[in-house]
């Protein structure tokens, strides 16, 4: 897959992982059933803030979390989720937008960076 590809799955897997309310969190990357804070690809996860989805859906197409493809896709996906946040909230703090304006503002931010993806796909075309 191309980067532009990835970048798209990878946001529409975060978008997935958290559009319910219930699998959202607050002031912790995840949270298993229980509500104790995990890291977010350990398998007790059900809830995940936007950043700790944003390693989980990268780590399951970049075959773990220490690869340079992991690498340079979080790194992409994060500047675009960031630029998107600024354009939006005029902030880029992801996990200040996450924790306080919370699951709506991240779902904003994330439908704003594919729209974002998909104006410079055509763009491009």
């Known amino acids: ?35 104790h804070a995990v890291e977010p690809t350990d398998p007790a996860a059900v ?16 075959d773990g979390i ?6 340079a896709l979080h790194a992409a ?7 998107s946040a600024q354009h939006v909230y005029q902030m880029g703090g992801l996990a200040q937008i996450n924790d306080d304006r919370g699951h709506t503002a991240v779902l904003t931010i994330i439908d704003a960076a594919l729209d974002r993806l998909e104006q410079d796909a055509r763009r491009c075309a």
Request: proline share 3%; net charge positive.
């Open 66 to 71: 220490d690869t340079p493809r992991y690498h």
């Open 77 to 83: 996906a994060h500047q675009l989720l960031t630029v």
């Open 1 to 35: 897959m191309s980067m532009h590809t990835d970048i798209v799955v990878t946001l529409q897997g975060l978008r997935t992982l958290i559009t319910p309310d219930h699998r959202f969190t607050r002031d912790t990357f995840a949270r298993t059933a229980q509500g």
């Open 47 to 62: 809830a995940w803030c936007m950043r700790g989805a944003l390693v989980h859906a990268v780590a399951s197409i970049a």
